[in-house]
């Protein structure tokens, strides 16, 4: 018996050390592709972070944080997550759910009677999960094109009288950034806190999270921050912070170091039980809807199965393994972020330029490491 378990705990040893050398040699692999993408592209400034189980085995930044300026990139640099911001939104809701004081299943008018679309019946069936599940019944991204020509969200809310859902809420999927963000002033009745207080105090303050924030004062009041970057005349460009979408915060509002998101995915793998409690995860990665525009997505499409919204969370299955992944893209900014359960890894990449080569980067590692296989110990 004793001769058994010592070779049980060889073998799970000589696993876990074949593991880490397989990680160690996909970082490495990475870090150079990462370095060489960003050069490709002229991209002014990128980080990444890669977490192995409860640690973040490498953060690194590279590049400026403006064009033509002499400030580096490193870890801790702050930049705009843009949607990314929806998984702490969901999260969040989560927790006041399991506080009791919310349900995923209350109808959205019970908190907010003057938000309607056409018909009452529509009006009725909206509940907070399908705010949180883009799953409205709307078309896609509806009326972001008025927030992103600075009308304020006072005026564009009422709009929403004049469209009808094309399914019932629940039912099917569309994306959306101002819908989204009703939770927000949902939260702010239910909890007596302003929403960014909310995700401080809930979040970014018991996960250490000291430079990730929410809105667009805290942002431009980090030191070490990465300003946004747009193509003109085939060159990148050093822009202004655009404040559109920081008026839907939960849906785009969060700033962040790769750090700092290195700790959140590290919640999201089950390491921090004291702040996000397992079922509060579970409830929010589990497949809802169907998005099928993302199996025609460039750089993922020749490897995804299948594709759902969960509740601020995307669920891609890749070589028969589940990926809980959200991105984000804004003005001068990109984000990634995903992390695998069945290998316990996670990456989270920043861009401070509007480059779709971020998905090449991240689709790369992924693949890489889903196709590599763990060895598992031989039956004993």
Not at 35 to 41: D, I, T, V
Not at 120 to 139: D, E, K, N, P, W
Not at 225 to 236: C, E
Request: glycine share 8%.
């Amino acid at each position: 018996m004793v001769k058994r378990a010592f070779l049980c705990a060889a073998l799970w040893l000589c696993g876990a050390q074949s593991v880490a050398a397989s990680l160690d040699s996909l970082s490495d692999q990475f870090d150079r592709e990462f370095r060489q993408k960003l050069e490709e592209a002229g991209i002014p400034g990128g980080a990444y972070a890669i977490v192995d189980g409860d640690q973040i085995v490498s953060a690194r930044g590279y590049g400026l944080r403006a064009k033509n300026s002499q400030e580096e990139i490193d870890p801790h640099t702050v930049f705009r997550i843009a949607s990314a911001s929806k998984t702490f939104a969901a999260e969040v809701t989560g927790l006041v759910v399991r506080d009791g004081k919310l349900r995923w299943e209350d109808p959205v008018n019970r908190f907010l009677p003057g938000f309607r679309f056409r018909t009452q019946r529509a009006s009725q069936a909206l509940q907070v999960q399908h705010l949180i599940g883009q799953s409205s019944g709307l078309v896609p991204n509806a009326y972001d094109n008025l927030l992103e020509d600075d009308l304020p969200l006072q005026k564009i809310l009422p709009r929403f009288r004049e469209l009808e859902p094309h399914c019932t809420p629940g039912e099917c999927y569309g994306y959306q950034n101002i819908v989204f963000s009703l939770v927000e002033p949902i939260l702010e009745q239910v909890t007596g806190m302003p929403y960014a207080g909310l995700v401080t105090q809930r979040i970014f303050e018991p996960l250490d999270m000291h430079q990730s924030s929410v809105g667009m004062a805290a942002f431009l009041a980090a030191d070490n921050r990465a300003l946004p970057h747009i193509r003109k005349n085939g060159d990148w460009v050093t822009g202004e912070v655009n404040p559109s979408y920081y008026r839907v915060s939960p849906a785009a509002g969060v700033n962040a170091s790769v750090t700092d998101l290195g700790k959140w995915l590290i919640a999201q793998m089950g390491y921090r039980q004291d702040v996000i409690p397992q079922p509060v995860i579970d409830e929010v990665t589990r497949a809802r809807v169907r998005t099928l525009k993302e199996l025609r997505r460039k750089a993922w499409k020749d490897h995804l199965q299948d594709a759902h919204y969960g509740l601020g969370w995307r669920i891609y299955r890749v070589q028969d393994e589940d990926l809980i992944y959200h991105g984000g893209w804004v003005q001068g900014y990109v984000a990634d972020m995903a992390y695998s359960r069945e290998r316990d890894i996670g990456l989270v990449v920043l861009l401070n330029a509007e480059s779709s080569v971020i998905s090449e980067i991240t689709a790369n590692f992924w693949i890489r490491l889903l196709n590599s296989g763990r060895e598992t110990p031989a039956a004993v």
